[in-house]
């Protein structure tokens, strides 16, 4: 594994990703050398975490600009509309995913020529990922201005490099903290039913040696309840205007017993995170996914066959639960609306 962690990387035409469904037993790459590839490593969540997935599908667009470049313009063009649609199905709740492909469709004018459009669409996907980069480190420096000398840090799913393209969102806040010399310490959920927290933020908190506890996503009440924590940081999927936040499911419930026990509850996200198109959380669609992640772990059965299951795999935080918002553009504090309507 190089240092730092970096879940995705473009050479020689080809899309290296971390593949996250291998971790931490094995680390391995998986290698995408078509859209087609693309969409499925983004489906299957070979790659996930909405930052990650945003330079995942721009790559994508890239992959399938080299694929049909000895067509004429027209063809050319028809062929990568239909791949932009395609990936941008891949996964429907973070915007992060529709953002970076609309941004990617700007660049598909009948003016150039296919070979030029390819220049401009690679040039904007790295683009796209060295901006991942830099906003994670300025939302580690906004971020790290809320945190005390000595925190307990609860988190939610992954959202460190593995979930973006290096550094992360609210662990890279942690991240931040522990660079600026602070005692932190963090309680990670493991985050049922795929295990982000269990897999993918306690391998990079062991890579950096971050002192911390692994938890059973019922264990974060009791904690709370005892006053252990001092501070929640989670991600988001997607931000409404008026602040309401999709996030890994169990993300609300947390919110809720950090209401009842008055502990702060930060969400942290670049501003591509929010979707200026939808006023509440209730527009968010929310994706379901198969019954198998839950009656199974690890290909092991652990309920009955023909039990129905519910499995959504985000919810969506009320904007009164949240204490503030972190972008790289600043902490946005209440009212949200407001104040997320200035940016
Ligand atoms: O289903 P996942 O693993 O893609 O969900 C990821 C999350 O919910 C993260 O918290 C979110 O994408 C923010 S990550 C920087």
């Known amino acids: 594994m190089k240092y730092p962690i970096r879940s995705l990387e473009f050479k020689k035409n080809k899309l290296y990703l971390i593949d996250q469904r291998s971790l931490p037993q094995k680390y391995e790459e998986f290698i995408c050398v078509n859209y087609k590839d693309v969409e499925f490593a983004i489906t299957d969540m070979v790659v996930r975490g909405a930052p990650a ?50 941004r990617m469709r700007t ?4 003016s150039d020529t296919p070979a030029e459009i390819l220049r401009k669409l690679k040039a904007e996907a790295d683009k796209i990922a060295d901006e991942d980069i830099k906003t994670n480190k300025k939302m580690g420096q906004y971020g790290n201005s809320l945190i005390p000398q ?28 522990v660079e600026a010399g602070k005692e932190i ?13 269990a897999r993918l933020t306690a391998w990079e908190l062991v890579q950096e040696g971050i002192p911390a506890k692994l938890i059973a996503d019922n264990v974060a009440a009791t904690l709370i309840r005892d006053g252990k924590i001092d501070l929640i940081l989670v991600g988001a999927d997607r931000i409404a205007v008026n602040g309401d936040s999709a996030n890994k499911i169990g993300t609300f419930m947390l919110s809720v017993l950090a209401k009842v026990y008055n502990v702060p509850f930060y969400i942290v996200a670049p501003t591509t995170t929010i979707d200026f198109d939808i006023e509440t959380g209730s527009e968010i669609e929310i994706e379901e996914r198969s ?38 553009k600043g902490i946005i504090n209440k009212p949200f609306k407001e104040n997320i309507l200035k940016l």
Not at 107 to 110: K, P, Q, S, Y
Not at 160 to 175: C, H, K, M, P, Q
Not at 189 to 195: G, I, K, N, V, W
Not at 293 to 311: K, L, M, R, S, Y
């Open 185 to 197: 310490f963090v309680y990670a959920d493991e985050t049922r039913p795929r295990l982000q927290g």
């Open 53 to 102: 997935i945003g330079v995942t599908a721009a790559y994508g667009v890239v992959l399938a600009a080299l694929e049909f470049l000895k067509l004429p313009i027209k063809q050319f063009l028809e062929q990568m509309h239909s791949a932009c649609n395609i990936i941008n199905k891949s996964r429907p709740t973070a915007v992060n995913l529709m953002w970076a492909i609309k």
């Open 291 to 328: 019954a198998k992640e839950v009656t199974h772990i690890n290909g092991v059965q652990v309920a009955p066959d023909t039990i129905e299951v519910f499995n959504p795999a985000f919810d969506v935080t009320p904007n009164d639960n949240i204490t503030a918002i972190i972008t790289e």
């Open 150 to 177: 000595k925190a307990t840090i609860l988190t939610h799913c992954n959202t460190g490099a593995l979930a973006t393209v290096e550094y992360g969102t609210a662990l890279g806040v942690v991240r931040a903290a």
């Open 107 to 110: 660049l598909l004018i009948d």
